[in-house]
């Protein structure tokens, strides 16, 4: 919570008319409101609440489930194995998902090319950046992008 107040804080400063602070206004609201529903689980075990947490922090890296396993400590394939029992998706999965999701509003609340915001939420890949997103919003983010300023 505290990183998604200190990055709205920064577009606040840069925007300084009211259609864009409501935006970022809801923007925070939404945001806050998903970090509570993630971590807010009783059916999720500590394990993956800690899982769920380090990939919020770290999703903008090269991320591992090694990293990942190490960090808890658990073995990976048992680790790989409880998220997809608590969470109904594979780790891999949560993570594109999480990405794409940051990826919306950095378009959204970001002047950064597509090329800047696929390698800032931890895409190595354009392509693969591209295919991931289109699979989860069923636009690439090129048409995204378009959409989205053409709405302001």
């Known amino acids: 919570l505290h990183k998604i107040s200190n990055t709205c804080i920064l577009n606040i400063d840069q925007h300084y008319d009211y259609s864009t602070l409501f935006q970022i206004g809801e923007l925070i609201i939404k945001e806050f409101f998903g970090v509570i529903k993630d971590y807010d689980s009783i059916e999720l075990s500590p394990n993956i609440l800690q899982v769920l947490k380090y990939i919020h922090t770290n999703y903008m890296n090269n991320i591992k489930l090694g990293d990942i396993a190490k960090s808890i400590p658990m073995n990976e394939s048992y680790l790989s194995?409880?998220?997809k029992q608590e969470y109904?998706?594979?780790l891999k999965q949560y993570l594109n998902q999480y990405r794409i999701n940051q990826a919306t509003i950095l378009i959204k609340n970001s002047?950064?090319?597509l090329t800047e915001i696929a390698l800032k939420v931890g895409f190595e890949s354009?392509?693969?950046?591209?295919t991931v997103f289109k699979k989860h919003l069923k636009m690439?983010?090129?048409?995204?992008?378009?959409?989205?300023?053409?709405?302001?």
Do not use: G, V
């Open 81 to 83: 194995a409880q998220f």
């Open 88 to 90: 109904h998706i594979s």
């Open 111 to 113: 002047n950064y090319n």
């Open 126 to 130: 354009t392509n693969y950046f591209s």
């Open 140 to 152: 690439t983010p090129s048409q995204y992008y378009k959409k989205y300023r053409d709405d302001i």
